[in-house]
């Protein structure tokens, strides 16, 4: 296993290229043999895991109910949604035929010509399409709303230009799919799962996040309104880790899902869907992570605490008579711990590997501190060591892992808020804008002014931010008409 | 939502057909929109999920990490392992396009004929070729090893006749994939596997099974031997519910994965694989249901006991007091409790609905119940009902859930124990087996004789079963030849 520490290139030097490396060295995932796929590691998925579990219970605390929709989708499903099609259908894994047969012409196998599909079969980019045609059979009067459905599964969605975690042709996500009988009610649970998700992040990832509405432009395919979350690298740049959609009637009037209203009159159910992905792993890793590694956030690491003798030979018996019975008392308290006593590795790397790791809190213990009656303490965020009495350190560490977390938080919390720029000259924020950083903006509304931005400076509107002023707002920066917004603009992943 | 109880089809009058009627009418799947898939629906979801699970703590408890690989293999990798495409090459669902473009002749939009694939890719049947060509890049030393990995996900196999659960071209299951030193090694965790399903099966499902070893014929394609589980239906039929293979150094061969072992010489890394899929849903629906509609063991259901009010407009609020406290009493018990004061269903309906999703227990409380401090309780299994005073209810609770849960196994395995014939006589074997039932037969170990027996009667060789006398074998009850060793035939799923 190439865990090498030594090798990783530091943010300042290279911030991308340290990203990658840290990816890989921390074992989370490597490159598939399939172009642009990827293969989650052990470690990489025990997080992914905690993700899953943490944001599951919180989704069904709202009353969500899991699902699973096949991953096939016919051709023409696509094209019923007119937006939809223009937005999904370019970038398709397409499948063609149903089998192979061995190569008449040589060695191995080729597509049997004969195993041609009447119409082809997609792979998943979403599943608006082919859950909608299958509400239709769900959904007939009010009393079967809402109905709120998720699936975590595997979808794809062909990409050129590939990163781990940030953008994969294959990715891992949760796709929620509600239908309801108001407006009104669509567009609340909408809002809710988007702040089921900033929760979550600040909760769980300790990532601090703007949330707000996409422009139009930025909506997603479909949708009347796309919410969103962003949250900010240590680069400056924004990476947009979560969105809730609502739909309108657009999948309900495309696959003729009606329903009789309380009044006894037909009507078209109103949609929601939401989504977040394996990039939360991207934003976790470049939002903590330092030059010795990953950084993670207590409440999400699958070893919270790792306990570390330092022996020879047969010494380890005492070791692990007095570290196991410590082990089993952290893990009483809930507290999800790993004892290390593998006698194929060195202490030393194996600090380096927990380190690289991000794991947040290390006990080690040698020979003079089982005299002495101490362990040696290391909290990961603060690279910080002390040497305390062995002797009711189970009881210090639950407050010492929330504290970890909050300062986490609160580091990235105090990043994204010294990052954050009023700039209403569009000379000036094209040249700050390279640096990195949040720029609130007044804007004109219209998508000539976002493209031309865009065009100028690879930035783009992140979304109208929540919490940030909508008063005084002047004259757009780039025409200088009147301003409808202030809007949130950053580069981004 | 079509839960009409009255309409389900009796056992006895069409098995096959009671089983598609209640897949569907207790809400657990049904067709999708793509032929021979399924959606699976949430109560039959939230049942998965419990298998999930519990599964995963028994595979975590033996060391095994969960990963993710690709879903899309290159067609090339499948040809790497001889037996292998033979056995997976055929069915496959084959990606040969990676774009869409809107129709030059029309409406929709078409497969782009510039987005050919130079190698098309197959969606994965079962991941050997791409996890073994990833692992030679893992492993290198005998200290890697073992390496223990397991992945939930979707895979592909395109199917002509399809039932839901039973046998549909998507599903969902876990593949394990171990890599190992030595052959004792990997013999014995490909053992090791197929007994933790034998008990999951047993403490969790309920289904007794036959653990055993499959003929050459029925193993999986690239390995030396595969391990089965076998569990009988209520029709006395055959449903292979699990396996695990010992794939011998097949596939380290094929991938070149060499390591240097401990006396510092290369070697072709050893292998396992192992598998359960959706196919366990259709194996405990058929198991234990009646004519009622489902019977789910307790340690499985999603609902253990559900909670029915008998009230009248306001009254429910006296009920929501009372038994909203039982529900909080029994929740802190650890046990999974629904409350169902909706307005909307009569209570007939309701206890109607819970039979069919087969909830082991449902309580019951009208006004006279209020007044006299008494509860009704049901039991599905028994579907007995009895008068108890409210009072220390929930002390009772756990021991009737484990109750339930041993009577259900019991019953089970009276059948299946009551069903396994010794039989030497090919006449009489093919005029029984007509009527179900595990046949223990001397066989001469032939692939001939084999085949004769599934041409004849339709039953095949289901394994040669541990835990049953391999003494005094006698001849083949078909080729009149020396056997070898007795085995057990069935007719299967």
Redesign the interface.
Same mark, same amino acid.
């Given at each position: $296993?190439a865990n090498e520490l030594k090798d990783l290139t530091k943010r300042a030097d290279d911030y991308s290229r340290w990203y990658n490396e840290l990816v890989v060295k921390a074992d989370l995932a490597?490159q598939?043999?399939?172009r642009g #796929? $990827? *293969?989650? =590691? !052990?470690y990489g998925?025990?997080i992914?895991?905690r993700i899953q579990q943490t944001l599951d219970e919180r989704f069904k605390a709202t009353g969500v109910? @899991? %699902?699973? +929709? !096949? $991953?096939? &989708? !016919? =051709?023409? +499903?696509?094209?019923r949604e007119a937006e939809h *099609?223009e937005g999904f259908?370019? /970038?398709?894994? *397409?499948?063609?035929?149903?089998?192979? =047969?061995a190569n008449p012409e040589g060695?191995? %196998?080729v %597509?049997d010509p004969e195993a041609k599909l009447e119409e /082809?079969? &997609? &792979?998943r980019p979403t599943s608006e399409t082919?859950i909608w @045609?299958?509400y239709k @059979?769900?959904i007939h009067s009010w009393?079967?709303l809402p109905l709120l459905?998720n699936q975590w #599964? @595997?979808v $794809?969605r062909?990409e050129m230009r590939t990163r781990l975690f940030l953008r994969t042709s294959?990715f891992?996500w949760q796709e929620g799919h509600t239908a309801h009988a108001t407006r009104e009610e669509a567009e609340a649970r909408a809002k809710q799962m988007l702040n089921v998700y900033a929760d979550f992040a600040k909760d769980i990832l300790a990532i601090p996040v703007v949330r707000g509405v996409k422009s139009e432009t930025e909506r997603f395919a479909g949708a009347l309104d796309t919410y969103t979350i962003e949250a900010m690298m240590q680069d400056g740049k924004a990476l947009q880790s979560g969105t809730s959609h609502f739909l309108g009637q657009n999948f309900g009037k495309a696959f003729g899902v009606q329903f009789v209203n309380k009044e006894n009159k037909p009507e078209y159910a109103w949609a929601t869907s939401w989504g977040v992905s394996t990039r939360l792993m991207g934003a976790l890793i470049m939002t903590h992570s330092d030059d010795n590694g990953l950084v993670l956030p207590p409440h999400l690491a699958p070893i919270q605490v790792v306990i570390v003798p330092i022996f020879k030979g047969k010494e380890i018996e005492k070791f692990d008579t007095v570290l196991g019975a410590l082990a089993d008392r952290l893990r009483a308290k809930g507290i999800r711990v790993k004892y290390d006593n593998a006698d194929?590795k060195r202490p030393g790397f194996k600090f380096a590997d927990y380190e690289l790791k991000g794991v947040p809190v290390r006990l080690a213990m040698g020979g003079r501190d089982l005299e002495n009656g101490t362990i040696e303490l290391m909290r990961r965020d603060l690279l910080e060591k002390e040497t305390v009495p062995f002797e009711g350190i189970e009881e210090r560490i639950p407050a010492l892992l929330e504290e970890i977390q909050q300062n986490v938080y609160d580091k990235a919390k105090r990043r994204l808020d010294e990052n954050i720029f009023s700039c209403d000259d569009y000379a000036e924020f094209k040249e700050r804008v390279k640096q990195g950083g949040f720029y609130l903006c007044p804007w004109d509304g219209t998508a000539e002014t976002e493209a031309k931005i865009k065009a100028d400076t690879q930035a783009t509107i992140r979304c109208v931010p929540y919490g940030y002023s909508q008063e005084n707002l002047g004259v757009d920066m780039v025409s200088g008409k009147p301003a409808t917004c202030r809007v949130l603009i950053a580069r981004s992943y």
């Amino acid at each position: $296993m190439a865990n090498e520490l030594k090798d990783l290139t530091k943010r300042a030097d290279d911030y991308s290229r340290w990203y990658n490396e840290l990816v890989v060295k921390a074992d989370l995932a490597e490159q598939a043999d399939v172009r642009g #796929c $990827m *293969v989650i =590691k !052990p470690y990489g998925y025990a997080i992914w895991e905690r993700i899953q579990q943490t944001l599951d219970e919180r989704f069904k605390a709202t009353g969500v109910q @899991n %699902v699973y +929709f !096949p $991953m096939l &989708i !016919p =051709k023409s +499903f696509l094209s019923r949604e007119a937006e939809h *099609v223009e937005g999904f259908a370019k /970038e398709c894994a *397409v499948v063609t035929h149903y089998r192979l =047969k061995a190569n008449p012409e040589g060695d191995g %196998v080729v %597509v049997d010509p004969e195993a041609k599909l009447e119409e /082809e079969l &997609i &792979i998943r980019p979403t599943s608006e399409t082919t859950i909608w @045609n299958t509400y239709k @059979n769900w959904i007939h009067s009010w009393r079967d709303l809402p109905l709120l459905c998720n699936q975590w #599964c @595997n979808v $794809m969605r062909w990409e050129m230009r590939t990163r781990l975690f940030l953008r994969t042709s294959e990715f891992l996500w949760q796709e929620g799919h509600t239908a309801h009988a108001t407006r009104e009610e669509a567009e609340a649970r909408a809002k809710q799962m988007l702040n089921v998700y900033a929760d979550f992040a600040k909760d769980i990832l300790a990532i601090p996040v703007v949330r707000g509405v996409k422009s139009e432009t930025e909506r997603f395919a479909g949708a009347l309104d796309t919410y969103t979350i962003e949250a900010m690298m240590q680069d400056g740049k924004a990476l947009q880790s979560g969105t809730s959609h609502f739909l309108g009637q657009n999948f309900g009037k495309a696959f003729g899902v009606q329903f009789v209203n309380k009044e006894n009159k037909p009507e078209y159910a109103w949609a929601t869907s939401w989504g977040v992905s394996t990039r939360l792993m991207g934003a976790l890793i470049m939002t903590h992570s330092d030059d010795n590694g990953l950084v993670l956030p207590p409440h999400l690491a699958p070893i919270q605490v790792v306990i570390v003798p330092i022996f020879k030979g047969k010494e380890i018996e005492k070791f692990d008579t007095v570290l196991g019975a410590l082990a089993d008392r952290l893990r009483a308290k809930g507290i999800r711990v790993k004892y290390d006593n593998a006698d194929n590795k060195r202490p030393g790397f194996k600090f380096a590997d927990y380190e690289l790791k991000g794991v947040p809190v290390r006990l080690a213990m040698g020979g003079r501190d089982l005299e002495n009656g101490t362990i040696e303490l290391m909290r990961r965020d603060l690279l910080e060591k002390e040497t305390v009495p062995f002797e009711g350190i189970e009881e210090r560490i639950p407050a010492l892992l929330e504290e970890i977390q909050q300062n986490v938080y609160d580091k990235a919390k105090r990043r994204l808020d010294e990052n954050i720029f009023s700039c209403d000259d569009y000379a000036e924020f094209k040249e700050r804008v390279k640096q990195g950083g949040f720029y609130l903006c007044p804007w004109d509304g219209t998508a000539e002014t976002e493209a031309k931005i865009k065009a100028d400076t690879q930035a783009t509107i992140r979304c109208v931010p929540y919490g940030y002023s909508q008063e005084n707002l002047g004259v757009d920066m780039v025409s200088g008409k009147p301003a409808t917004c202030r809007v949130l603009i950053a580069r981004s992943y």
